[in-house]
């Protein structure tokens, strides 16, 4: 299972963190990442980390948001700058080995003045 945290109201150009716990897997061996859906659209791809740390980010979110993971501690972060209403989303973390996904249950995100 995964469990995110975080999320909430910012305001534009503001930071906001997430954060997600995984248990009942071994995130050693998943690449975890976050993809963030609106309503009406496509669930997206934010950005992914795999166990070794190579890092993958969707070109909306390079240059403002950091992606990092804690193999120890089981939890995989996003960090997100430079917000704007655009970013206002359902943002979900996932992890993934081979053709297994488990999803997170999403936590909202809103860019609001």
């Known amino acids: 299972q995964l469990q995110a945290f975080g999320g909430g109201l910012v305001q534009p150009g503001g930071s906001l963190s997430l954060s997600c716990a995984a248990s009942g897997i071994t995130p050693s061996f998943y690449v975890l990442g976050w993809y963030r859906q609106g309503p009406g659209k496509q669930r997206e791809l934010v950005a992914t980390?795999?166990?070794?740390?190579?890092?993958n980010y969707a070109d909306s979110a390079k240059g403002r948001f950091s992606i990092s993971r804690d193999n120890a501690n089981k939890t995989v972060a996003l960090q997100m700058g430079s917000l704007e209403p655009e970013d206002t989303d359902v943002y979900y973390c996932?992890?993934?080995?081979?053709?297994?996904?488990?999803w997170g249950q999403g936590t909202q995100v809103t860019v609001s003045s």
């Open positions: 980390i795999t166990y070794g740390g190579r890092r």
């Open positions: 996932y992890a993934r080995r081979g053709n297994v996904v488990f």
